[in-house]
């Protein structure tokens, strides 16, 4: 069985104490990936691009032996008039228009740039955070691709940005009273939705998001709400409340197994 091909586009660098004890980027979204396979039998190659300071992407003759393209998180604005930004939504949207065959994959940041790219609007939402640990509301929809029996979600998250509505042709996967778009999925061209109650089939979905961080640890957020606290970035009010759901499962693993059932693993 030949490995999964994922290219990993990475918008931001992460903290010098969180590099330190976790890695980067490339290193963190391995652990998610490696944590999530099936079995020993399954692997992976992920190579990075850094499509902030480089805004390098994948070489033409290269980019169609890839079976995934995923996008991390960030500290910045989709909305943003950054040159970087620009050329990132213009790379996803041709992605999604001419390479239904690669699957697209979107965390956080990445949730948002996928919405820019197909249609949908990022916006601030009103001053409103999700910080740490959050439970979500699944739909029908969300459980069947997630394979869980109850109706929460449990992602660390780090935003003010969201997605205020799904974009055209997609469909939702959560929601929390805060931000009512956790993640959505669009299927491939021709592929009808599944019918309320019935199974989806997770090989004919072209693009995956969320909202929410899969790949972050506790000891990750610990860092990131601290550091943002400092900065007066965060209230004190919402450190305060990060810290007490801190003892909250995470489900990132959850997330990771989807995502491999989305590319065919």
Partial sequence: MSPKSIALLVCDTPMPNVIAE??????????????SLPGPEH???LDSYDVVHKMEYPDEDKLDNYDCIMLTGSAASAYEDKEWIHKLVAFVKRIAETKPEIKLVGICYGHQIISM?????????????????TPMTLTDLGKSLLKVSGDELILQEMH????????PNCHLLASTPISTNQGYVRFASNTPPPATGDQVDPSTIQILTVQGHP?????????????RAEKGILTKEIQEDAERRRVLRNDGVIVGQAIWRVLGV
């Fill in 160 to 167: 003010q940005d969201h997605v205020p509505t799904v974009p």
């Fill in 117 to 133: 790219a197909i249609g949908g609007t990022c916006v601030k939402n009103h001053g409103k955070w999700e910080v740490g640990p």
């Fill in 215 to 227: 790949e972050f640890t506790q000891g990750i957020m610990d860092k990131l709400v601290v550091a």
């Fill in 22 to 35: 976790h890695g980067d980027y490339q290193k963190i979204f391995s652990v998610l990936l490696k944590d």
């Fill in 43 to 45: 692997d992976f190659t």
